[in-house]
Every structure is written in C-alpha cells, then in structure tokens.
C-alpha cells in the first residue's frame, strides 16, 4: 500500500474486515494514500477488494475527540464515468466531491493495544 506506514497494513484490514458497508465483505486494501494527518484526526483515500474482487474507492476519516474515537466510511461512487469512477481514489480528495454508494459511521475504542470497531 503506497503512503501508508507498514505498522498500518494489519489493523486497516481488520477494520475492514469488521466494516461490512454497503453488505459487502472486503478483503484487502489494494492503494492507500494519506490525505490529511494530524495527531486526533486522519483521512485517508484508496481503494478495496471486496469479496467478489471487484474494487472500489474509498475515502475514511478517522478522528480522536474528547468522547472517543469516531470513523467515516464512504465506499463507491454514483453518477460517474466508468473512467472517473475507476480513477476516484486518484482523483479525489475529500469525500463532498463525489457521491458515494455507501455510507457507514460509528465509534472504535482501543482494547488491548487494537482498534475495535462499532458499527452504528
């Protein structure tokens, strides 16, 4: 995965594997890139198998507040050229500037030194 630190591999695909979007299982991040970085809050941008090794882009954000942690998930693209939706994860930063397929948010806490997801 390009941009991403080797410690990250492991628990991003565990986060995915406990994060059924839109009813689909994924089973590996393909790209990966960091758009943002701070030490509450990271967005990242990429792409996935799902199980049926189709892949789709993917934009996360993750962020630290003073109630715990919280994570965004938006998985897909509507509306786009077949070139524009295979290239999104290239060519888009911010998840406002396309239309996603699906949508998920919840809560995570770390537990015994991993990120343990809620799905809400």
């Not at 948010?105 to 799905?119: H, K, N, P, T, Y």
């Amino acid at each position: 995965m390009l941009g991403l630190p080797d410690a990250w591999h492991e628990p991003l695909d565990r986060f995915f594997w406990d994060c059924h979007v839109g009813n689909h299982c994924w089973d590996g991040v393909v790209y990966l890139r960091v758009v943002e970085a701070r030490a509450d809050f990271v967005r990242l941008v990429g792409s996935i198998y799902d199980i049926d090794q189709s892949v789709h882009s993917f934009w996360l954000a993750i962020a630290v507040t003073d109630h715990g942690i919280g994570w965004t998930l938006q998985v897909g693209t509507v509306g786009l050229s077949p070139r524009r939706t295979r290239d999104a994860h290239f060519n888009y930063d911010y998840p406002e500037e396309v239309e996603h397929a699906a949508l998920d948010f919840g809560s995570a806490e770390v537990r015994d030194g991993e990120l343990r997801i809620q799905v809400t």
